[in-house]
T-cell receptor, first 114, second 113 residues
């Protein structure tokens, strides 16, 4: 069964450093998402991406964040200058081209900012 | 914005017994989808079951079923014949026209052997 993959599984970085989290969505999916889950809290929407542009973003997704689909398979989330409070689990998700399609989540990347 | 409320932070069930996890939501939309996701210790988000709001029939997936009460904005998950592998965090989620998920705060389910 096709699945969303994410790399790395765990990223440790120093405050102020840039990080790039990578996702490979399911190959025929067209809509891509990033979510964040701070430890012990609920999953929060960050951004959705379609047709090579952001379609929606939350208040969390400020100028420090950016997303990109650099090629036909990868979907990346960049945090320009990490803060301690960026430490969280980051989930990528993708879905097909109809609104009724289910979003499939990747296994997540645990980001630890020191 | 839509809100999703899970009022049970923790639940426990004896193996082979049945447990029901509660979820309520608030929305002004008429067309939407509701989901239950399971998050085991690995922290991966695994889809358990989904329900389309326009369908009156409650969704069922093997041992998992929902009780969807649209007027009451309630969407509970029933797990029958609970197994040790069911132990996880369970999140209720809402998906509306905005195409983003709104998650509840989760219910931690413990299965007692």
């Amino acid at each position: 069964e096709p699945e969303v993959t994410q790399t790395p599984s765990h990223q440790v970085t120093q405050m102020g450093q840039e990080v790039i989290l990578r996702c490979v969505p399911i190959s025929n999916h067209l809509y891509f998402y990033w979510y964040r889950q701070i430890l012990g809290q609920k999953v929060e929407f960050l951004v959705s991406f379609y047709n090579n542009e952001i379609s929606e973003k939350s208040e969390i997704f400020d100028d420090q964040f950016s997303v990109e689909r650099p090629d036909g398979s990868n979907f990346t989330l960049k945090i320009r200058s990490t803060k301690l409070e960026d430490s969280a689990m980051y989930f990528c998700a993708s879905r097909g081209d109809t609104p009724t399609d289910t979003q499939y989540f990747g296994p997540g990347t645990r980001l630890t900012v020191l | 914005a839509q809100t999703v409320t899970q009022s049970q932070p923790e639940m426990s069930v004896q193996e082979a017994e049945t447990v029901t996890l509660s979820c309520t939501y608030d929305t002004s939309e008429s067309d939407y989808y509701l989901f239950w996701y399971k998050q085991p210790p690995s922290r991966q988000m695994i889809l358990v079951i989904r329900q389309e709001a326009y369908k009156q029939q409650n969704a069922t997936e093997n041992r998992f079923s929902v009780n969807f009460q649209k007027a009451a904005k309630s969407f509970s998950l029933k797990i029958s014949d609970s197994q040790l592998g069911d132990a996880a965090m369970y999140f209720c989620a809402y998906l509306g026209v905005g195409n983003q998920f709104y998650f509840g705060t989760g219910t931690s389910l413990t299965v007692i052997p």
